[in-house]
């Protein structure tokens, strides 16, 4: 029978999150400490997204959220660009077959009318071919920005309003919730953010919300399963309060037993 994730050990609340969102920061500066070109670093990047996909997949994560590229990353140096779309274009060609047998959902979050047809080509062929898979809902956020997110949300019910089909005193945060993306996973429950700055940088604004936040100064490429462990073990000691008081929760708990 396979071990039950969820349940409780004496001591340690055993909980493994449901939906993690990772902010993958570092690259660039693990290739100047090393005095290689940026791009370098992004190829070395992209080894660890495996080690990450590889840690969900044996934890029973269920869906995956990986910030590879922002709406602000567009205005960096051409020739950076440049690399980073030529990378995309080699990782996918790389890794949907092995993300296809391994059972993994591949989809893509972002403004996809940014990137060239070559790379949209092969994002929508990637999403195809994987869509029936269960075991890990992988989510890829390329020229993704929150506040993109939000706004696009908000044009869609506008939309909706103009042709008559929605009374704006119908808008909830529930309708709004569910026009932002990943409205069909659950909220993530951790976020990690590697490269030591702790900031959200316009990833996902909305869908944060209550969100457990784990930094560490590791750099991206140097990513293991010891360091996402330390995450994991962080988050299953947290006290997740949703604006409750700890005595509440503490009851809510007691019931559930
Ligand atoms: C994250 O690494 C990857 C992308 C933003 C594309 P960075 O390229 O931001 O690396 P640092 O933060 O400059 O080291
Ligand atoms: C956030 O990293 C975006 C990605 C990792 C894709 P940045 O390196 O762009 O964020 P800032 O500029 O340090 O806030
Ligand atoms: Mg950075």
Same mark, same amino acid.
């Given at each position: 029978m396979a071990p039950d994730v969820n349940s409780t050990a004496p001591s340690l609340p055993r909980r493994v999150p449901r939906h993690v969102a990772v902010i993958m920061d570092g690259n660039g500066r693990w290739a100047e400490r090393r005095r290689r070109p940026r791009a370098i670093g992004h190829r070395a990047g992209a080894r660890a997204v495996n080690v990450c996909i %590889? @840690?969900? !997949? /044996?934890r029973g994560v269920e869906a995956l959220t990986l910030f590879a590229f922002s709406s602000e990353n567009w205005g960096r140096p051409e020739d950076e660009v440049g690399a980073l779309m030529k990378l995309f274009m080699t990782a996918l060609d790389r890794e949907v077959d092995e993300l296809e047998r391994r059972g993994v959902r591949v989809r893509f979050i972002g403004e996809r009318e940014r990137f060239g047809d070559t790379i949209r080509a092969r994002m929508d062929e990637a999403e195809r071919r994987t869509a029936g898979n269960t075991q890990l809902h992988l989510t890829i956020a390329a020229s993704y920005g929150g506040r993109w997110d939000i706004a696009q949300a908000a044009r869609a019910l506008a939309e909706d309003v103009a042709a008559g089909r929605l009374r704006p005193e119908e808008i909830d945060e529930?309708?709004? $919730? *569910? &026009?932002?993306? !990943? #409205? %069909?996973?659950? +909220?993530? %429950?951790? @976020? =990690?953010?590697?490269? $030591?700055?702790?900031r959200i940088s316009n990833f996902l604004l909305w869908q944060l919300a209550y969100t457990e936040l784990w930094f560490t100064e590791l750099l991206w490429p140097e990513l293991d399963a010891v360091t996402l462990q330390r995450a @994991?073990?962080?988050? +299953?000691?947290? /006290? &997740? &309060? @949703? $604006?409750?008081? $700890? +005595?509440? =929760? *503490? #009851?809510?708990? /007691?019931?559930a037993a």
């Open positions: %590889d @840690f969900c !997949l /044996e529930a309708m709004l $919730g *569910a &026009r932002v993306c !990943l #409205a %069909d996973v659950p +909220a993530p %429950d951790l @976020f =990690i953010r590697t490269g $030591g700055d702790t @994991f073990d962080a988050y +299953a000691l947290r /006290e &997740r &309060r @949703f $604006g409750l008081t $700890g +005595a509440q =929760i *503490a #009851a809510q708990g /007691e019931s």
